[in-house]
Nanobody, 123 residues
Framework: QVQLVESGGALVQAGGSLRLSCAVS????????MGWFRQGSGKEREFVAA????????LCADSVKGRFAISTDNAKNTVYLQMNTLKAEDTAVYYC????????????????WGQGTQVTVSS
């Protein structure tokens, strides 16, 4: 099984930056992509970004394009989400997820989920 542990969530002022980390462990040989999702209070969980575990190609949601970047450190089995120019609407619980598919963008295409980390942006 694959295990995911997120960290790095915090309270930050609007306009600030934050980097989330996701430590990946376990049987990862079937993992083809890693993704970040977020869920604001009273909202559905939405796709933020994904990265290919093999060639590091990436996808980002339009709402965060140009502000957020996803990356991997395969040597450390860690996935990062660099978040810049944060806005109040970025406030959410951020989830790391692993998929056995190539660069999926929907929740149902991810097979393993972390427990989430809270990001709060004060305006």
């Amino acid at each position: 099984q694959v295990q995911l542990v997120e960290s790095g969530g915090a309270l930050v002022q609007a306009g600030g930056s934050l980097r989330l980390s996701c430590a990946v462990s376990g049987r990862t040989f079937n993992v083809l992509a890693m993704g970040w999702f977020r869920q604001g209070s009273g909202k559905e969980r939405e796709f933020v970004a994904a990265v290919s575990w093999r060639d590091s190609s990436t996808l980002c949601a339009d709402s965060v394009k140009g502000r957020f970047a996803i990356s991997t450190d395969n040597a450390k089995n860690t996935v990062y989400l660099q978040m810049n120019t944060l806005k109040a609407e970025d406030t959410a619980v951020y989830y790391c997820a692993a998929s056995f598919r190539v660069l999926p963008t929907t929740r149902g295409e991810y097979n393993v989920w972390g427990q989430g980390t809270q990001v709060t942006v004060s305006s």
